[in-house]
């Protein structure tokens, strides 16, 4: 069975950096665009950032030029690097992956099961 199995968060002060993994697990042959939501209490889960299979990466505006999205075919990884993290990054960070080619054949949407993410003032 495939999953996403999410690490790296945790507490951390306002202008510090966290580094989030997300690790592809089961018999995979090829994994599509992957990325990162988030979602803060009361708010709706949004993207935070997305890489493609060729290494075409996007983020919201408020994360641009703070966060890095990137990814390692052979680990089955795609990483998160967090810089000069604001009190408003405070949230779940999930992963996901649109499409994999798995020993079972293709599965698509894949999400993990999230990793907190604590920013004090």
């Known amino acids: 069975q495939v999953q996403l199995v999410e690490s790296g968060g945790g507490l951390v002060q306002a202008g510090g950096s966290l580094r989030l993994s997300c690790v592809a697990s089961?018999?995979?042959?090829?994994?599509?665009?992957m990325g990162w939501y988030r979602q803060a209490p009361g708010k709706q889960r949004e993207l935070v950032a997305a890489i493609t299979s060729g290494d075409y990466t996007t983020y919201a505006d408020s994360v641009k030029g703070r966060f890095t999205i990137s990814r390692d075919n052979g680990k089955k990884t795609v990483y998160l690097q967090m810089n000069s993290l604001k009190p408003e990054d405070t949230a779940i960070y999930y992963c996901?992956?649109?499409?994999?080619?798995?020993?079972?054949?293709?599965?698509?949407?894949?999400w993990g099961q999230g990793t907190q993410v604590t920013v004090s003032s």
């Open positions: 996901t992956v649109d499409r994999m080619t798995t020993n079972r054949g293709h599965q698509y949407n894949i």
């Open positions: 089961g018999i995979i042959f090829t994994i599509g665009d």
